[in-house]
């Protein structure tokens, strides 16, 4: 894992380099700073549309007495986005920006969903019969 990260740190600064140059070469060093600043502002108003929803959602799923997982998840999402459209470059706000997009957030969320495992602890005490079974307890029924 260590050298996919290492790699990741090397890698990423270099390609933001290497675009920023690029564009400014092509419309010049002012445009090119104005233009990070101007995608900057745009992914910030978003993130902020974005995150309201969700916690929106989140709220109401708690309000009905339902774990609000893919919310969490979402929210996970939109902070990293957050976090790559305030960093100055042109690849890291199209990975934010994709982040930022809905049904690319909601199918990276149900990819890393699948791959989770969820497990649950009961607290408390239930009596069991002769038999091994619950006589009294908490049942917990999940729809998914």
């Known amino acids: 894992m260590f050298p996919l990260i290492a790699t990741f740190f090397?890698?990423?600064?270099?390609i933001e380099?290497?675009?920023l140059i690029q564009v400014g070469q092509v419309i010049g060093a002012g445009w090119t700073i104005m233009l990070v600043v101007l995608t900057a502002?745009?992914?910030v108003w978003l993130l902020r549309i974005q995150?309201?929803?969700?916690?929106?959602?989140?709220q109401h799923k708690l309000q009905e007495n339902e774990l609000p997982a893919r919310e969490i998840l979402e929210g996970m999402g939109l902070l990293v986005?957050?976090?790559?459209?305030?960093?100055?470059?042109?690849?890291?706000d199209?990975?934010?920006?994709?982040?930022l997009f809905p049904p690319t957030r909601i199918w990276l969320v149900s990819l890393v969903a699948s791959r989770m495992v969820v497990s649950t602890t009961i607290k408390g005490q239930a009596r069991r019969g002769h038999d091994g079974n619950v006589i009294n307890g908490v049942k917990y029924h999940r729809d998914d």
């Open 94 to 99: 199209a990975i934010g920006f994709f982040l």
């Open 81 to 92: 986005a957050g976090a790559l459209l305030l960093t100055p470059g042109f690849f890291t």
């Open 51 to 58: 995150g309201l929803s969700t916690l929106t959602r989140a």
């Open 10 to 14: 090397l890698a990423v600064p270099i």
């Open 17 to 19: 380099i290497y675009l």
């Open 41 to 43: 502002v745009i992914g």
